[in-house]
T-cell receptor
Framework: DAGITQSPRHKVTETGTPVTLRCHQT?????MYWYRQDPGHGLRLIHY???????DKGEVSDGYSVSRSKTEDFLLTLESATSSQTSVYFC????????????FGDGTRLSIL | AQKVTQAQTEISVVEKEDVTLDCVYE???????LFWYKQPPSGELVFLIR??????QNEISGRYSWNFQKSTSSFNFTITASQVVDSAVYFC????????????FGGGTRLMVKP
């Protein structure tokens, strides 16, 4: 299994609070991704990173920010959580090259009340 | 823009039946890659297979087989002699000629295999 750890695995918080999810990899892969999974929508890309301090937006980036200060860590922050951000969040990593599959962490279930 | 369509949202079969999961894609890229992932009830996403746009050879791995046809923009997945453990949501995904290796996922097909 790819060495990807997401933390926390579960979180319940209130609307308006800041939330940070962490993704840690031990594979030294260049690319890291954050997705959200919602019923009826499959997986949608929030942000991705192609190197330390290099990030870009995905399909559903509004309300989210990311940071990557080290190769192994990719943080996803909800500055002021809203109920619409209740979802399951997955981190993924991949090597360089379009043929490289993405490997996923176990997911974080986030509930915003 | 890229798009992946999995028209079958749910399929229910009885154990030992064969089942095919459909995947149709759209892309303008000449080089692209197609993937299948499995998400069992435990929730993790498991990579199953990758196919590049220049390789239309079908692939078989045990009870799993994949049929890639560029002429119909399809990359279908067949499970032969299905088992209860095959029950999962299956996702088809596409990566085009983009710098970030970004994937576009289909909406997924939930497969239920009944004993």
């Amino acid at each position: 299994d790819a060495g990807i750890t997401q933390s926390p695995r579960h979180k319940v918080t209130e609307t308006g609070t800041p939330v940070t999810l962490r993704c840690h990899q031990t594979e030294n892969h260049r690319y890291m991704y954050w997705y959200r999974q919602d019923p009826g929508h499959g997986l949608r890309l929030i942000h991705y990173s192609y190197g330390v301090k290099d990030t870009d937006k995905g399909e559903v980036s509004d309300g989210y920010s990311v940071s990557r200060s080290k190769t192994e860590d990719f943080l996803l922050t909800l500055e002021s959580a809203t109920s619409s951000q209740t979802s399951v969040y997955f981190c993924a990593i991949s090597g360089t090259g379009g043929d490289q599959p993405q490997h996923f962490g176990d997911g974080t279930r986030l509930s915003i009340l | 823009a890229q798009k992946v369509t999995q028209a079958q949202t749910e399929i229910s079969v009885v154990e030992k039946e064969d089942v095919t999961l459909d995947c149709v894609y759209e892309t303008r890229d000449t080089t692209y890659y197609l993937f299948w992932y499995k998400q069992p009830p435990s929730g993790e996403l498991v990579f199953l297979i990758r196919r590049n746009s220049f390789d239309e050879q079908n692939e078989i791995s045990g009870r799993y087989s994949w049929n890639f046809q560029k002429s119909t923009s399809s990359f279908n997945f067949t499970i032969t002699a299905s088992q209860v453990v095959d029950s999962a949501v299956y996702f088809c995904a596409l990566s085009g000629d983009n710098a970030g290796n970004m994937l576009t996922f289909g909406g997924g097909t939930r497969l239920m295999v009944k004993p």
